[in-house]
């Protein structure tokens, strides 16, 4: 019996076009943000995504895993997934994030206008709820935060979607990533699983242990125009014009340039775009002593992982890069150390953990400088003073325009009166110009200048006394009479903060309540980026801020100060106490906050106020002026 199809029938029952990702994407999206926000995708401006997008639709594909830049199209590349997934695959899905506020703003600002502004996507949406996305087939996209354990373990999925793995928070010993990917179990083998997130941290970051896992890693190469020669791009190729140093003009006058490694022809950022362009994808290995290194092609791998750094983004000016290259290297600070490397390069950053001896601090001993004097040059005084049961210990240090330091001085008080007498009483010696430097030797000519403390911070930490008051209760009402402007309490904060020095204010007094009239600025540190920003000044030879030490320092100082050690514990870098004395490294972080740019006015403000005053004060005398005679005033009788 022959059946007869109408032409309706026969548009149903043809067998559908199974297109790739890329080019699914490039039909039915719209760009939700950015420079081009409301226009259809275009890969042409960033060709590099098109590689893990396809890879996702590819057969045989289990997992993709992406790690990325900052802002360089990671997220499109998910919701290209998403979207596809959802017109080619029926069945639950599931988007994950970090936090529900995360998944709220995700859902209203991105996903929904997303689905909305595709007409193939916006037919398949039955309704819209808060933590689910119900589809006219019966199946639906599960909206899920890794705070919530009952959301990880109560949905079996076909199709898992990760987003920003890294600020996944575990809660006791289960891992939200595991979870979730458990949930699609059920479906092995045709189950799929996207994932696409910044390294956070060292090597112990979860994106990078899955895209240096993988089966197969992938690294984009690209073309030079010129010689044709195709490679894998490396910031060692940034090169500046002009030999220019500083950051801000380097941005401001698009200094930097990319050389190709073959015919050396430096790159513009217009270059650079025609370059990745004419890019591809090619396999490698990640080698922790020799980075990306090519490798062979496997066939058959059911995970596969995209390396994306910011230095084939043309969202990322090449001058940019640069300025923050520079800016990374020229700082002790391993915060700003590891953004560079996160952000920029997608890469680990990896910390030294940090230990020094006694030894090693005596040879930082500079011969030229007695103590209790301040080297010629220096701008500003700060004093870090740790309170103790039975009086404090206290440190002064020296600070130059490029932020070196020296610590000039440092010992014991036992009364509040010694410590007033230290901050307001006593004026160090200055330098006499050409005594500075290891060549000169011998005392400081006596100019008659002093210089005085600027700032002081007293640690505030509830320490025991045997007074009426606890000692956290003395400093607070010490610092409101005698602070005068100079000295400040301080407390440590109890988790890392995002800048060193939090400025908070305190209304009442901790143990008893009572309020404090007008209440009191306290100073929460971070304390362990602090010494570690110190550590570096101290083992770093080549430190840009180097610290060092008077001509008498001795063991009492450097046994403090290697009272402790930086070591991995799991996943963290911690501070761990060696030694049962430690107060003067505890001075060195006070007096090291001090100095530092978070606390408002900073240091570096301080010495601009000063190059202005110094300025004016050398001023000619303005000439005096004749007065002008007064304009006759037009009118009539």
Not at 94 to 102: A, F, V
Not at 405 to 425: C, F, K, N, P, R
Request: charged fraction near 25%; glycine fraction near 8%; include cysteine.
């Amino acid at each position: 019996m022959k059946v007869v199809l109408s032409s309706v029938e026969r548009h149903i029952f043809a067998r559908r076009e199974r297109v790739p990702v890329s080019r699914w994407a490039s039909r039915n999206l719209i760009v939700q943000d950015g420079l081009y926000r409301g226009s259809p995708l275009r890969l042409d401006v960033a060709p590099f995504l098109a590689g893990p997008m396809d890879a996702y639709s590819t057969h045989g594909v289990i997992e993709v895993i992406v790690c990325g830049s900052l802002q360089v199209g990671k997220t499109l590349i998910l919701y290209a997934c998403l979207g596809w997934a959802l017109d080619y695959r029926p069945g639950v899905k599931m988007l994950t994030m970090p936090t529900k506020d995360s998944r709220d703003r995700v859902r209203e600002k991105k996903l929904e206008p997303l689905l909305r502004g595709s007409p193939v996507l916006r037919r398949l949406i039955a309704r819209y709820r808060r933590e689910s996305i119900s589809l006219r087939d019966g199946t639906g996209i599960e909206l899920a935060t890794a705070e919530s354990a009952s959301q990880r373990a109560s949905i079996t999925v076909q199709d898992l979607f990760v987003d920003e793995e890294d600020l996944y928070a575990g809660s006791g010993k289960s891992s939200p990533l595991e979870d979730f990917k458990g949930r699609t179990r059920s479906y092995a083998p045709w189950h799929k699983i996207i994932r696409v997130c910044q390294p956070k941290g060292d090597e112990e970051s979860s994106i990078w242990r899955g895209v240096t896992g993988a089966d197969q890693l992938y690294c984009y190469e690209v073309v030079c125009p010129a010689c044709r020669h195709q490679h894998l791009p490396d910031v060692a190729n940034l090169a500046v014009m002009e030999e220019e140093t500083d950051p801000g003009e380097i941005r401001r006058r698009r200094l930097a340039r990319y050389r190709c490694p073959c015919c050396k022809w430096p790159w513009t950022d217009h270059v650079r775009d025609l370059a990745v362009r004419a890019g591809a994808w090619k396999p490698y290995r990640w080698s922790a002593e020799q980075g990306f290194v090519p490798a062979p092609d496997i066939r058959g791998a059911t995970s596969v992982g995209f390396h994306i750094p910011a230095l084939i983004s043309r969202f990322v000016s090449l001058s940019d890069l640069a300025a923050r290259r520079i800016a990374a290297e020229a700082s002790d600070d391993a915060e700003v150390k590891r953004q560079y490397y996160n952000d920029d390069l997608a890469l680990p950053y990896v910390p030294v953990e940090m230990q020094t001896d006694q030894e090693k601090l005596l040879t930082l001993r500079e011969s030229w400088l007695p103590p209790r004097t301040v080297p010629h040059g220096a701008v500003a005084l700060t004093c870090g003073i740790d309170v103790q049961k039975r009086g404090f210990w206290f440190l002064v240090r020296a600070w130059m325009p490029t932020l070196a330091s020296y610590i000039i001085d440092y010992g014991s008080l036992e009364t509040w009166d010694q410590v007033a007498a230290l901050l307001y009483e006593t004026w160090y010696p200055v330098q006499a110009a050409g005594m500075g430097g290891k060549a000169s030797g011998g005392a400081p000519a006596d100019t008659g200048e002093r210089m005085p403390v600027w700032r002081a911070a007293i640690d505030s930490g509830g320490t025991e006394t045997e007074g009426i008051y606890t000692r956290t209760e003395e400093v607070y009402m010490w610092a409101r009479a005698n602070g005068q402007g100079t000295a400040f309490a301080c407390k440590g904060a109890s988790h890392a903060q995002v800048a060193p020095v939090r400025r908070v204010m305190m209304e009442r007094m901790p143990h008893n309540g009572r309020p404090i009239p007008g209440g009191l600025p306290l100073y929460h540190l971070d304390t362990g980026l602090l010494k570690t920003l110190d550590f570096s000044r101290l083992l770093n030879p080549e430190s840009r801020q180097p610290l060092r030490l008077h001509a008498e320092c001795g063991a009492d100082l450097t046994a403090q100060l290697s009272a402790e050690k930086l070591v991995r514990k799991g996943q963290k870098l911690v501070w761990e106490q060696i030694r049962r004395d430690n107060h003067l490294l505890d001075c060195l972080m006070l007096s090291a906050a001090c100095a530092d740019a978070s606390w408002t006015p900073s240091l570096p403000h301080y010495v601009l106020m000063l190059d202005r005053q110094a300025r004016a004060d050398n001023a000619p005398a303005p000439k005096p002026q004749r007065e002008r005679p007064r304009a006759a005033t037009a009118g009539r009788w």
